[in-house]
């Protein structure tokens, strides 16, 4: 009876696993890091351009990069959570098992 159970349950985290890997491997949940041109544009047609590559290269970092980063934070927190999830799911697949085999074989 306890093998069945356990060998069930083992089973089941098997196939969440390959589902939470298969969601965190998708391409709709990716993270993408996006240059956003239209910022890029406003700030070259501003009023007041920068006087030399290295400065621009300067503004260019300060201002833009950050601000991509922050908005590129929600998908992947998204990525961690499903990464942390199936590392847990693995985890407890692999205790069942071991159950299985140290209990019945």
Known sequence: MWF???SGLGTLGFVLVAILLI????PLFNFRFI???AV???????DSPAPSKRIAMRMLAKDTIPGML???EAS?????TLYRAELAAAVITLGL???????FA
């Open 76 to 80: 992947l927190s998204r990525i961690r």
């Open 23 to 26: 969601l965190t491997l998708s």
């Open 35 to 37: 240059l956003d041109p």
């Open 40 to 46: 890029l544009m406003r700030w070259m047609e501003g």
């Open 4 to 6: 069945y159970v356990l």
């Open 97 to 103: 098992w071991l159950a299985v085999v140290w209990l």
């Open 70 to 72: 922050n908005s590129n």
